[in-house]
């Protein structure tokens, strides 16, 4: 059996504040672009990665979902209570000085880990923690 990841899904308060971070500092590409009855779908994605995608979806996205379910969700959000995504990359404190240069906000900066990483980690800005890490070496 061959199973692999195509999609996830990270909910975003603002797609246009949210592309100016993944893919103005984060250097995704963006793949799709989709509004559908009131709401947008957004996907990015690695160029590195050409199969697998992040799609920036509003918070609640569901058209028949209550306005008290839907506020509900805005405050998860903004509380940084939803979800979040890791990274890799070959250099976490190259990446963490890139990210902190564009002025984004820092909830850890690198660290060696006990658990065998050297790590940093950001808000985006809906307020979902991003995770940059590598294996450390020797």
């Given at each position: 059996?061959?199973?692999?990841?195509?999609?996830?899904?990270?909910?975003?308060?603002?797609?246009?504040?949210?592309l100016?971070?993944?893919?103005?500092?984060?250097?995704?590409?963006v793949?799709?672009?989709?509004?559908?009855e009131?709401?947008r779908?957004?996907?990015?994605?690695?160029?590195?990665?050409?199969?697998?995608?992040?799609?920036?979806?509003?918070?609640?996205?569901?058209?028949g979902a209550?306005?008290?379910?839907?506020?509900?969700?805005?405050?998860?959000l903004?509380?940084?209570?939803?979800?979040?995504?890791?990274?890799?990359?070959?250099?976490v404190?190259?990446?963490?000085?890139?990210?902190?240069?564009?002025?984004?906000?820092v909830?850890?900066?690198?660290?060696d880990?006990?658990?065998?990483?050297?790590?940093?980690a950001?808000?985006?800005?809906?307020?979902?923690?991003?995770?940059?890490?590598?294996?450390?070496?020797?």
């Amino acid at each position: 059996m061959d199973i692999n990841l195509a999609q996830c899904f990270i909910a975003v308060d603002d797609h246009d504040t949210a592309l100016a971070f993944y893919r103005d500092v984060l250097g995704m590409e963006v793949r799709d672009d989709v509004a559908f009855e009131g709401m947008r779908w957004v996907t990015v994605g690695s160029p590195a990665q050409p199969d697998v995608g992040i799609v920036l979806e509003p918070p609640l996205a569901d058209p028949g979902a209550s306005a008290t379910d839907r506020e509900a969700m805005a405050e998860l959000l903004a509380k940084g209570l939803l979800r979040g995504l890791n990274f890799t990359t070959d250099d976490v404190d190259a990446t963490f000085e890139h990210i902190r240069a564009a002025g984004t906000e820092v909830l850890q900066e690198p660290v060696d880990q006990p658990y065998g990483v050297r790590d940093c980690a950001f808000r985006d800005p809906a307020g979902n923690m991003v995770r940059f890490s590598r294996p450390r070496t020797g």
